[in-house]
């Protein structure tokens, strides 16, 4: 008799090798798709920035046809009963007027913008007869309005306990522009604080022409609990909220707008005053928008010069230093 034949069922699965190696070509895969995905994105969110400061620009131009000036940094009324240490001294004397920076008048740089990027509904709830703090102005000044937010910076989203939220990009105040307090001369920038009886600036006064002035910058907006990069670097963005300082967050949310302070370098950050710093979480650079409304990405490693010289409207300088 022949023997019969025995049939082995193939094996099925993988050997503990094979799936190792899958695992590992895997994981190679998704190590070289997560960089192009991050990109991906921060492109994404680096046009979404560009097209909200192309806007603040054009509600900028929007005001001017209205007002024939530019927007205020914001406006002071005068308080006759301002407390002394509440006063916003020049060169350490309280100025004519008594101008008090905790009851500024309600008109700011975003809230005066309101109309023109379609928030009338809540420029129609400010009361102009009551200060900033008033009424139902402070309901508006604690609002975090979305065109004033950059997707890329990490406090976005983030508010103080008294629901006031961050303002990522900021009217030029210059060089020597630091907050937005009255002042008595000008700072060399587009923008600065003033009196309700006073003018803002006009495009006649930007002699170096408007397409060579900075308008609009990001900023940084916020005081970081650390900028040490083996600290996770400008993390902990929290920190000042309960930190008591006013000037700490915005400054009572859109009631005082603190201006873009662009003595420092791009992305440089400066503690002496970080929420003005000009600053951005986009790689190699941030936006400005210039007076003439163009949008553009600013080089980090832009010479100091020129960087100072596109901030002023008046020295004569930025026509021979536009990037």
Request: positive net charge.
């Amino acid at each position: 008799m022949s023997r019969p034949f025995i049939f082995r069922k193939a094996r099925s699965g993988f050997t503990l090798v094979e799936l190792l190696v899958v695992i590992a070509i895997i994981g190679l895969l998704i190590g070289l798709l997560l960089p192009a995905v991050q990109s991906v994105r921060e492109s994404s969110r680096r046009s979404v920035c560009a097209a909200k400061i192309r806007e603040i620009a054009n509600a900028c131009h929007n005001y001017l046809s209205v007002k024939g000036m530019f927007p205020p940094a914001l406006k002071h009324t005068e308080y006759s009963t301002a407390r002394p240490e509440d006063l916003c001294c020049v060169d350490g004397k309280a100025p004519a007027g008594f101008d008090d920076p905790w009851a500024t008048d309600v008109r700011s740089f975003v809230t005066v913008l309101l109309p023109f990027v379609e928030e009338s509904a809540r420029y129609g709830q400010l009361d102009f007869t009551k200060g900033g703090r008033k009424g139902p102005n402070m309901i508006v000044n604690k609002t975090p309005f979305s065109f004033m937010a950059c997707p890329s910076n990490p406090s976005t989203g983030r508010f103080r306990p008294d629901g006031s939220a961050a303002q990522h990009y900021g009217p030029s105040g210059g060089t020597n522009g630091t907050n937005c307090q009255r002042y008595n001369i000008p700072p060399d920038g587009m923008f600065w604080g003033s009196h309700v009886s006073k003018r803002d600036c006009r495009p006649s006064e930007v002699t170096d022409g408007l397409s060579n002035t900075i308008m609009v910058c990001e900023r940084l907006s916020y005081t970081p609990a650390s900028t040490d990069p083996a600290n996770g670097g400008f993390r902990e963005v929290l920190r000042l909220f309960v930190s008591g300082n006013f000037w700490g967050w915005e400054a009572r949310g859109n009631t005082l707008n603190i201006v873009a302070a662009l003595s420092g370098q791009p992305n440089v950050y400066n503690s002496t005053n970080p929420w003005g710093t000009p600053f951005s979480f986009h790689p190699g650079g941030l936006h400005v928008a210039f007076g003439d409304g163009a949008v553009q990405f600013i080089n980090e490693t832009i010479a100091s010069n020129v960087w100072q010289a596109l901030a002023r409207k008046a020295d004569g300088t930025a026509k021979k230093y536009q990037p």
